[in-house]
Every structure is written in C-alpha cells, then in structure tokens.
C-alpha cells in the first residue's frame, strides 16, 4: 500500500496547496457580527447593484476640398483687417509641414498675428507695402487652424487611402461648417457616389484615448475596476457598482478641462494653455493658509504663458493683470501676478507653478480632484450623457445569493453523476474537491487582480467547472482502462495520453474564446477571461495533481494490484 503521506512531499502537490493558500489569502474571507461575510472580491454591477450610464462622444469626422489660394486670404485678410495679394505659393507641393507662402499687404503686420499658422517672417518694403511668409506650414495645417479657432475644438489632421481626414473634436453641424468652409473658399468633399463624406463621430484611436483616461480618472479616484466598455465610434459604456446615479453623473460628465487665462483689461481675459501643456502633477499640500496643487509646465506651456504676459502687459502691470485658473469652466485659482513671478517672467519662462483651492475640507476635496484631472488628461472631446439607469443594491444582493446557490447546485449536481458512474467515493471526494479547489484559486486570481466579477463572469466559473470536471473524468477513465489500475509504467503512459486528449481540449476552448476577450463585447469578455483562467488553472495545477492524487486514493501499487468494481 503507496503511503500517502507521500502526497504531501509531491512538488506539484506542494505547489498546489501553495497557491490555494494564496488564493485564500487573497480572497481573505471574513465575519462580522451583524454584517455576515465579507471579501476582497469585486463585484459587479448587476451583483453589487449601483449605476450605469452611456456617453457619447461627440465630434465630427469629414474630408475637404480648398483652393490652397482662397484659403491663405480668407484666414489671412480677417486676421490683420486689409486685403493681400499673393505673390508666391508652394502649398499645394511642400508635404505636411514644408511649404510656404509669400503675399504682400498695404496693412501693418505682426508675426504675433499670425504665428499659429506657421513660422511668419515680415518684411517692409517700399512705401507702405508689407510682405509677409509664412513658412514651414501647409494646406492641411492652415485648415486644420482656422477649423480648431473657428469651433473652439481640437482639430486633427489625419491621413488616409482617399485622402487627409479632418477629426473635429467637438459637434458641428453639416450646415454650419459647410457656411465655415465657404468664408475661406473650401467645402466639404463628396464621395464618388455623391454623398457627402461629413460623418458624425470619432476615430477609432480617438474613442480609445477617451476610454483610456476615463480609466485612468476613475481608478485614481479610488473606484478601483470599473468597467469602461466602447460600442462603435460613438458610445462608451460605464458601470458604476455600488455607487448612485447621481454620483456616477457627476464623476463621468466632468471632463476634466483644466485651463490658465490672464487677464487683459476690465474682465475680458486671453487664453493662455490648456492642461495638455503641464509636464507633472504634484501631491496637494497645505501652505500659506491654502491648499495647493502644484504643477510644472512643459516647454511650450512655459513659454507661451511668458509670451502672453509679456503682450498684455501683465509683466509691466501685474496688479491689474490676474492669473486665472480653471476647471471645467469653473474659476478655481484667480490673483494677481506676484511682482518676483512678473520680473522672472521678463527674463525667461516659469516652468512650476501652483493652483491654490482655499482653507476648508472642501478646499482639500477640490485639491485633490484637480490633481487627479490633470493627471489623467483632459477628455480629447466632448461627451454627452445619452443614457442611464440605476440597479437597487437588493436586487444586486439578491442576485449574488442567486449565483451562489447556482453554482453549489451545479457542484452537487455534478457530484451526484461522478458518484453514479464509478459508486466510490474514493474517487468523488478527490474530484469534487479538485473542482471546489479550482473555483478558490479562479476567485484568488481575481481578487488579486482587482477582476470585477458580474453574473457573465460566474457563469465562466461554472462553464470552468463543467470543462474540469470532464477532463477529470477522462483522467479516470484513462487510468481505470478495464477496470483496473495498471503497473507504473502502464500508468504514467495512460495518464500522459489523458493529457493528450485534455491540453488539446483546452487549446480549443481557449482560441475559441480568444476573440471575445480581443473585442471585448461588454459582459461576454468578463465570461471568457474568466473561463480561459479557469482552464488554465486546471490544466497547469489541478490536472495533473489529481492525477497524482486518484492513485493513491485507489490504493495503487507498483504491481498494479487494485480494482475497482461497478
């Protein structure tokens, strides 16, 4: 008779009861008088109860048609109040960033002026004639210019097989940019068919920049995994577990726009920069009786504000020059230049700076929140709360009851059959406690993962249950071939074409899942990344560990002395 303290010396089953304990470790389930059993497991919405909403994203996708020539006059001419005359025009042939083009004008003509459109160079002639180059520049940018000054939006150019692509980052109607187009002499293309290519929507890299930092926003606000799921270019899906519908509006509608104006003269202001131009965020501390949230500029955030200070005046005069800053549209830090900033600010540019919240708890809440938005980033483009809803936290609760009992059922279920067919508990004990060891470790991956778990994720750990309990049963077959248990080395060969059989079983279960965990549509991702881990699990550590552990249970020699009777 095989000792079975044996077992406990086995490496595969040492490394077996090793991650169980991890994976109970990581669950940590514990008991709290008068509030039962809790766990670091993650639940969803639909088990946890809580809010869900659906955003749009709201942009426009369209290709235009523009005289390189009509363009330059009908950006230039309203800029600097006087007609031009274009005298040399490369445009059209110089690539994305590498034409130039020269025109004369009777008006007096900064660079400052026109310095978002390239690199501007004036020079006076005879008379009172100005010439005026714009170089390092292109048909593409100077649309893409006057479009984002035109909507107040981000504009990107991007290309394509039929052509360059303009992504205006905000909604616009056709008519409206159609009037826009024909003020420079553009208008929008046309497909060989006739339709228009104007297209509501973003890009593809566009909508996964937006998922990505409303991930980033809401896990640093400490709502740890919460699902962020893209449908088409259009709509994002996110589920709130836990948290009420009023909260989860608020969080996710908050772009997150941070931006720094100065002010000019009265209570006009000028735009100085927008989050996009901070380098680093710093932790929020407590100084000077005010909380702060420090921030460094980037290279061109640092200059533009000196530049900006420098044509308000704000250098000269900063007690009438305010800085201000703000979030979403909300004035969050507003003072005057100090007198050592404005002096610096003449010499060179100021790279740290920091916005100030106020005494209070609330100034501390507020603090904290600037800094997690300027972290994460602005949102690329606006969004539009189209749909929401609310799960009760007693339906949610009810619905985790429900799973629970689900899935005890279907291991006593599966119990009762393995018992039918071979009538030894010799073989039931080692089987069902292989399968309730496999559920442990899934549950450990996930709550060492942060894996949000929602009914499709526990239905992949019964689906999990059902595929080891059939590699299982291979196993034992295999190893009972004619009712008998084999010599060793008849074994090991019977065990090895088991696996055989099971490692190509779960190869197929994987690859067939694989394209759901790619695209990711919604709860059937959570199922199959669960089902896969599940099967990964029984087939590196399980598997072969009741494969040891069924031998010694029968009682098996290196004689093969042992049977097992029907």
Known sequence: MSDKKGLLKNPRVIIFILILLGSLIAIHPSYTPGEGISTNLN???????????????????????????????????????????????????????????????????????????????????????????????????????????????????????????????????????????????????????????????????????????????????????????????????????????????????????????????????????????????????????????????????????????????????????????????????????????????REGPIYSWEASTGTDEDAKVQATALQVHLRAGALPVNVELVGSGHVDAGLGSQFKIEAVIAGFVSLLAVAAVVYYRYRRPEILIPMVGTSTSEVIMILGVAAAIGWQLDLAAIAGVIAAIGTGIDHLVIITDEVLYEGKLPPTKVFLSRIGKAFAIILGAAATNIIALSPLVVMGFGSLKGFAITTIIGVFIGVVFARPVYGVVIKEFLHADENGNGSITE
Do not use: C
Request: proline content about 3%; overall charge negative.
């Open 43 to 345: 639940f969803g919405l639909d088990l946890e109860g809580g809010s869900w909403l659906q955003i749009q994203l709201q942009g426009v996708l369209v290709q235009i048609d523009a005289d390189s020539g009509e363009l330059v006059s009908g950006i230039v001419e309203p800029i600097i109040g006087a007609p031009i005359e274009i005298t040399k025009n490369s445009l059209d042939v110089g690539g994305s960033a590498g034409g130039s083009v020269t025109f004369t004008t009777s008006a007096q003509v900064s660079a400052s002026q026109l310095d978002s459109l390239g690199t501007v160079s004036v020079d006076k002639l005879n008379g009172n004639t100005t010439q005026v180059t714009i170089s390092e520049t292109s048909k593409e940018a100077l649309l893409q210019a006057y479009l984002a000054k035109a909507v107040d939006a981000e504009v990107v150019a991007m290309g394509s097989q039929d052509g360059t692509v303009y992504e205006i980052r905000t909604a616009v109607p056709e008519e409206q940019l159609e009037a826009l187009l024909e003020d420079v002499g553009g208008s929008i293309r046309k497909n060989e068919d006739g339709t228009s290519t104007y297209k509501e929507g973003v890009s593809t890299e566009t909508r996964d920049l937006t998922r990505d930092i409303l991930n980033d926003k809401l896990n640093s606000m400490g709502l740890k995994d919460i699902p962020v799921r893209t449908v088409g270019d259009e709509y994002i899906l996110i589920d709130f577990a836990g948290i009420d519908l009023a909260t989860a509006k608020e969080i996710a509608e908050k772009p997150g726009k941070f931006e720094i104006r100065i002010q000019t003269t009265g209570n006009e202001t000028q735009h100085v920069l927008y989050g996009d131009s901070i380098q680093s965020v710093g932790i929020p501390t407590y100084h000077d009786e005010q909380w702060h949230t420090p921030f460094t500029l980037k290279e061109d955030g640092a200059r533009a504000l000196q530049k900006v200070a420098l044509e308000t005046g704000a250098v000269d005069n900063p007690d009438a020059h305010y800085l201000i800053m703000y979030l979403d549209g909300e004035e969050i830090y507003g003072a005057p230049l100090s007198y050592s900033a404005a002096a610096k600010l």
